[in-house]
T-cell receptor, first 113, second 116 residues
Framework: GDSVTQMEGPVTLSEEAFLTINCTYT??????LFWYVQYPGEGLQLLLK?????DKGSNKGFEATYRKETTSFHLEKGSVQVSDSAVYFC????????????FGTGTKLQVIP | DAGVIQSPRHEVTEMGQEVTLRCKPI?????LFWYRQTMMRGLELLIY????????DSGMPEDRFSAKMPNASFSTLKIQPSEPRDSAVYFC??????????????FGEGSRLTVL
């Protein structure tokens, strides 16, 4: 079945550091890929998405590129802020009729001033 | 438009009691998902519905858990009897699944359950 693997956390960075959170996936067909973010005490919310190979999703300074050849969708940000501290989930939506969503285990990011 | 609405936000109960969590999806969405989140196990998919029909309930832990979706605007997740290991945050999410849609999920704020 479909699966998503993302790097273990927690990740601790100083403010203005460069961020990379790795994500790879296994899926049949042509899934859509997502990054969701969960701030403390809240539900998950969509951060960015990409629906086909070589698409780049971007939002709030975060970017991720759909790499079919390496089955990856790594999350990057050039300069993190304290307000980016949260848990980040990589996910895929299968291309079947019901579009079931599969999540990775989440990576906790802590940004210190 | 209102987002996904869950109730109650917090529930504290004693072992053996029945717990019912409620969810109102976004109007027009045709898929609904129940997830459970714990520190130990992360985010787990319990069950999902499409057009009010349960499609996959393989994530439901055991017979103590049941979920219903009597109409397009309401779903319940019931635990009877509850146990301390059921303590978690339960999220409901909805989406519109269909041709041309990517299956983006919209989450509620969660129901935090504590079973003593």
């Amino acid at each position: 079945g479909d699966s998503v693997t993302q790097m273990e956390g927690p990740v601790t960075l100083s403010e203005e550091a460069f961020l990379t959170i790795n994500c790879t996936y296994t899926a049949t067909g042509y899934p859509s890929l997502f990054w969701y973010v969960q701030y403390p005490g809240e539900g998950l919310q969509l951060l960015l998405k990409a629906t086909k190979a070589d698409d780049k999703g971007s939002n709030k300074g975060f970017e991720a590129t759909y790499r079919k050849e390496t089955t990856s969708f790594h999350l990057e940000k050039g300069s993190v802020q304290v307000s980016d501290s949260a848990v980040y989930f990589c996910a895929l939506s299968d291309s079947g009729g019901y579009q079931k969503v599969t999540f990775g285990t989440g990576t906790k990011l802590q940004v210190i001033p | 438009d209102a987002g996904v609405i869950q109730s109650p936000r917090h529930e504290v109960t004693e072992m053996g009691q029945e717990v019912t969590l409620r969810c109102k999806p976004i109007s027009g969405h045709n898929s609904l998902f129940w997830y459970r989140q714990t520190m130990m196990r992360g985010l787990e998919l319990l069950i999902y519905f499409n057009n009010n029909v349960p499609i996959d309930d393989s994530g439901m832990p055991e017979d103590r858990f049941s979920a219903k979706m009597p109409n397009a605007s309401f779903s319940t997740l019931k635990i009877q009897p509850s146990e301390p290991r059921d303590s978690a945050v339960y999220f409901c999410a909805s989406s519109f699944s269909g041709t041309g849609n990517t299956g983006e999920l919209f989450f509620g704020e969660g129901s935090r359950l504590t079973v003593l």
